[in-house]
């Protein structure tokens, strides 16, 4: 069995790692302005330390020349975001910046011209920093409020650019990054004010999908979650348990995007830990009408339980203990092709709606060397990681699922979201950018682009021989 005819073949950006021009055109800070360090980092509120992401690659000024690399590895399909504070500042205006909308018609239309699809991401961990300080972020439902007036600028002026949609990247990620997540202030949080602000953006996610149904039908809406299957270290009962539990704090958002009901178990929890939410019939009748069309999510590795261990480290991301049995990047990530498999199945099985990989790559410390006088980047590792991961995902559709597309994090070099490092690279083409923010940001094609333009042209044949 092939890819089908119609399958996606693309990558990914995130404004607030891409873009730069942090204060120019009327753009307004974010929370991405707080965080000096990355999302696992302190949050500055002064703005005093030094952060890559103000001019990040420069994309905002350079987007022609990326587009124009990136339709020659013949992808056909890119996932972007809007940065909600460069249509409004604040977040919570009710006109929007004429500036910003100009500056995404154009990029909108060079991909129409380069006829490249488009999936975007209303909220990339970009809420606008005022939010968080005046409101507490999404915690707060007057902030619901001002994100739907957001989105309603936003397909009032780029609905017909675009072909898929996703609200909140990675919403599940909420409850381990909360201010970059939801712009949470950590000061003000607790397990009550992380599950209202996760239900005020499943809300937020249903309301969306209901104005895009009513008026352009067009646009298909999916989730767009961290998919990290868990393993036990042992066939021990309690290490099932957990890896049970672990399980349900994933997985219930997407049960409420894609079944739009909350799950018993989510009760059950809230009971046992005293968590009380603010969610009303009329919020609750939202959510039941208006259900995912498709599951999107981020894979980058799998992560195993040991009821004996401390699994709240940091290791391995977001917790559980080292698996002896995967390799491993130098940030501690391990590398797991045949995870992507097991999480297409489980969301397959459990939604029997079609997956979208809307994020899958590695990161690494790459290095230039000079051969005959040009500038080379040797990247059979990640030439080695698409490679496993694309067969895997093949196996995957050999087993039934239904998979729409696939794309890379990232087809060009950014700003590490986690780290806020540009020396953790992704892309296919390298940026003459370092951790200090020097650099001339010259673009230089690594081993990688040759590969994955070769799979955008044999629609992924390459990795099957």
């Known amino acids: 069995m092939s890819f089908g005819k119609n399958f996606l073949w693309g990558t990914s950006f995130a404004a607030n790692q891409i873009e730069g021009a942090y204060n120019e055109d009327g753009k307004g800070l974010s929370v991405q302005d707080a965080l000096p360090n990355g999302a696992l980092g302190n949050i500055d509120l002064e703005l005093k330390e030094f952060n890559i992401k103000r001019r990040a690659i420069d994309f905002y000024h350079r987007y022609k020349d990326d587009i124009e690399l990136l339709k020659q590895m013949n992808i056909n399909v890119l996932r972007i975001s809007i940065a909600w504070s460069r249509l409004f500042p604040k977040g919570d205006e009710k006109s929007a910046n004429q500036s910003g909308i100009e500056y995404y018609l154009r990029l909108f239309k060079e991909l129409r011209k380069n006829k490249i699809k488009t999936i975007v991401t209303l909220c990339h961990y970009e809420t606008p920093l005022f939010l968080a300080t005046k409101y507490n972020g999404f915690s707060n439902k007057l902030v619901v409020d001002f994100f739907l007036n957001y989105t309603r600028v936003v397909l009032e002026n780029f609905g017909p650019y675009i072909d898929y949609l996703v609200a909140f990247n990675e919403i599940n990620s909420l409850l381990h990054i909360p201010f970059c997540n939801a712009a949470i202030l950590k000061n003000q949080s607790g397990l009550g004010t992380l599950y209202q602000a996760a239900h005020n953006m499943l809300y937020a996610s249903a309301k969306v999908k209901e104005m895009i149904k009513q008026n352009y039908s067009h646009i298909k809406v999916g989730s767009m979650v961290l998919a990290m299957p868990f393993y036990t270290k042992s066939a021990k009962v309690d290490d099932q348990l957990i890896k049970m539990e ?103 099985d459990r939604y029997q709606k079609p997956c979208f990989i809307v994020e899958n790559g590695l990161g690494y410390d790459d290095k230039i060397v000079e051969l005959d006088g040009k500038k080379v980047i040797h990247d059979d590792y990640r030439i080695d990681f698409h490679k496993k991961h694309i067969k895997a995902l093949h196996q995957a559709i050999e087993d039934g699922v239904e998979i729409i597309g696939y794309t890379t994090w990232a087809g060009i070099d950014v700003v590490s979201n986690t780290k806020a490092q540009m020396s953790k690279r992704y892309g296919f083409i390298y940026v003459d950018l370092d951790d200090n923010g020097k650099g001339t940001l010259e673009r230089i094609k690594k081993d990688s682009f040759e590969f994955y333009k070769e799979v955008c042209m044999t629609n992924g044949q390459n990795c099957l021989k």
């Open 246 to 348: 672990k399980e349900w704090q994933n997985l219930y958002f997407t049960d409420v995007l894609a079944r739009g009901s909350y799950p018993k178990y989510l009760d059950k929890y809230f009971n046992d830990n005293d968590i009380k939410i603010n969610k009303t019939k009329e919020e609750l009748e939202v959510i039941k009408n208006n259900t995912v069309d498709y599951i999107g999510f981020s894979y980058y590795m799998s992560r195993m339980i040991d009821s004996e261990a401390d699994n709240n480290s940091k290791e391995n991301l977001l917790g559980g203990v080292e698996n002896p049995y995967l390799e491993k990047n130098k940030w501690g990530w391990n590398i797991d092709a045949d995870g992507l498999r097991i999480a297409l199945n489980q969301y397959y």
